[in-house]
């Protein structure tokens, strides 16, 4: 028995740094068990309970580098915990590995409770058991990202109004009354100012967000998604089409979970897509970068949307998001190599600036469809108009029967307009907001050098016409403007030098530049309101392209 609780040694057997903390045994016993375990899944974490959690495992001489990733609107520390044998502090000593670094992130949205959950039980199985995937990748942990958020607590008839359990859970949005996960571009909120730095910073391989989701009746445990922009090129459509579908066997045949990508019966949510006992398709959300694991796809890097299923029980959400993040760990840490070797093109095209290929601005829903069989659980009316479960529509109750039908599974997105990236841009050094910005999304942002003009055009967009949003979106009017390019080879640099900055095509984060900055994005800076100012009909887009004189205008 007492042989039984007790973990050998971890660390030391691998050469770890950890010090005294690596030599000493764990009683398993007297490890911290999360909220969630301790109340027989009735209950999740509060940010005290997740502290607690953190300070029990560090006492115990777990070896973890546990660390601020920032901190919230209100000023709570924000943990980050890196995880590997050898065990490493800094992003040279993880990088000085040439393991993939893998970036895991819970509760962005403060009620989807379960990440946070898994996470914490993750980090702490791993980091006291042997031979396991820390000896082949980083894990950078963020259990409770939307720290402010999961303090709101309230009953989930208020916070999770389709959420099978658990009874309170926090809000979820961040203490600015910001959807975190609709931020990414814009950057408002220190949260997600904290989450681009240590993008910047740990230059991760992959990104993971854990959410649940609260929409359709499915047949699945957990439904998920890569960046669904096209502009994540090879790393996104690598994500898509090889690591998921092998997470989907692995997730059914070693963890007894189906899952499927993330999806709904309709593209407007509504009751008819739990009743209808004849489905019309499966379609995903959106691929706009202000979704972060979107956004994390410019990056050129592998992400993935991890959805628990809302109307499964606590326990059972809980575990399934366990078991896809581990898998997915492994899958990881086994296809290393090849996912380090995708990425290495893909960085290596773009900072040579050899990258000629146009990139995706903007996008539509795919309109050629797979179909698939797609499973679903299939309502019986009650007679009579009560609730019997949160996220049932009144008057129907689940069945338990599950049904599976053929169906378009609309999955992906297809560009309707690319662009390639120029030599540079330029932009007045009055525009600070955007330049605020791009700097926020580790993008250079210099003088402009006056070899620049060599052979060069500089192509300037002329707007024809602007468009603002009626209804607000996270406190803005999300403006939208059309015109088109035209090269003006006469314009000369030093004409434009004194009062420019500026941004170059060849730098890492080149593609989400183009995102950002190029006035037809469908996702970019335009969109947020930074150049509402200068934006009229007949004037000049105030971010100009330069091309050289083989590359016309796009
Ligand atoms: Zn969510």
Not at 258 to 278: A, K, L, P, S
Not at 321 to 340: C, K
Request: a neutral charge; one cysteine or more.
């Amino acid at each position: 028995m007492l042989a039984g609780a007790l973990l050998a040694t971890t660390a030391c057997a691998h050469g770890g740094q950890g010090g005294a903390s690596s030599q000493s045994s764990i009683a398993r016993t007297t490890l911290p068990r999360t909220r969630a375990e301790r109340t027989s899944y009735a209950e999740t974490s509060t940010y005290d309970d997740v502290i607690a959690f953190i300070d029990s495992l560090q006492n115990k001489g777990v070896p973890m580098s546990r660390q601020e990733l920032g901190r919230t609107t209100e000023g709570r520390v924000q943990p980050l915990l890196v995880l590997s044998r050898p065990q490493v502090t800094t992003p040279e000593e993880a990088r000085a590995l040439h393991r993939p670094v893998v970036y895991v992130q819970a509760n962005i949205h403060a009620g989807e409770v379960e990440g946070k959950e898994a996470l914490l039980a993750l980090v702490r199985d791993l980091a006291t058991t042997k031979n396991n995937v820390l000896d082949s990748i980083v894990l950078i942990a963020i259990p409770i990202y939307n720290a402010d958020g999961n303090e709101r607590f309230k009953p989930q008839s208020v916070n999770r109004t389709e959420q099978n359990g658990p009874e309170s859970v926090g809000q979820r949005p961040n203490a600015q009354m910001l959807d975190l996960n609709r931020d990414y571009v814009k950057a408002e909120a220190p949260e997600t100012r904290s989450s681009l730095a240590a993008f910047e910073k740990w230059n991760p391989d992959a990104f993971v967000d854990l959410h649940t989701t609260d929409g359709s009746f499915h047949g699945y445990a957990l439904t998920y998604a890569p960046s669904l922009n096209p502009a994540a090129r090879e790393a996104g459509a690598y994500t898509r089409d090889s690591l998921l579908p092998e997470l989907r066997r692995r997730m059914k045949a070693r963890d007894g979970f189906e899952v499927f990508d993330y999806g709904n019966f309709d593209t407007q949510y509504e009751e008819r897509d739990i009743t209808d006992t004849v489905k019309s398709g499966w379609f995903t959300y959106d691929h706009r970068p202000r979704f972060g694991t979107n956004y994390f796809g410019l990056r050129q890097r592998i992400s993935i949307l991890s959805e628990a299923y809302s109307h499964d029980p606590f326990e059972r959400r809980v575990k399934a998001t366990y078991a896809f993040v581990h898998e997915l760990l492994s899958l990881v840490a086994e296809r290393g190599a090849r996912i380090r070797a995708i990425e290495a093109a893909a960085d290596s095209e773009v900072a040579r600036g050899n990258l000629q290929t146009p990139i995706p601005i903007r996008s539509r829903l795919t309109t050629t469809p797979r179909t698939l069989p797609v499973t679903f659980e299939v309502m019986a009316r009650t007679g009579d108009s009560s609730l019997t479960q949160p996220g049932v529509p009144r008057g129907f109750r689940r069945t338990g029967v599950m049904k599976t039908q053929s169906m378009p599974v609309y999955d992906r997105f297809e560009p309707v307009l690319s662009r390639t990236i120029p030599r540079a841009w330029l932009l007045s050094v009055r525009d600070t907001l955007a330049i605020t910005l791009l700097r926020e999304h580790g993008i250079r942002v210099e003088p402009v050098s006056p070899a620049l003009g060599k052979n060069a055009y500089i192509s300037v967009f002329r707007i024809d016409s602007v468009r603002t949003d009626t209804d607000a979106f996270q406190g803005h009017h999300q403006m939208h403007v059309s015109g088109r390019w035209k090269d003006l080879p006469m314009l000369r640099l030093q004409d434009v030098l004194q009062l420019t900055v500026m941004v170059r095509g060849d730098q890492p984060q080149a593609v989400a530049a183009l995102y950002l900055l190029d006035p037809e994005s469908d996702d970019g800076l335009v969109t947020w309101n930074a150049f509402d100012r200068e934006l009229a009909p007949g004037k000049p887009f105030p971010v100009f392209r330069v091309v050289s004189s083989s590359a016309r205008s796009p």
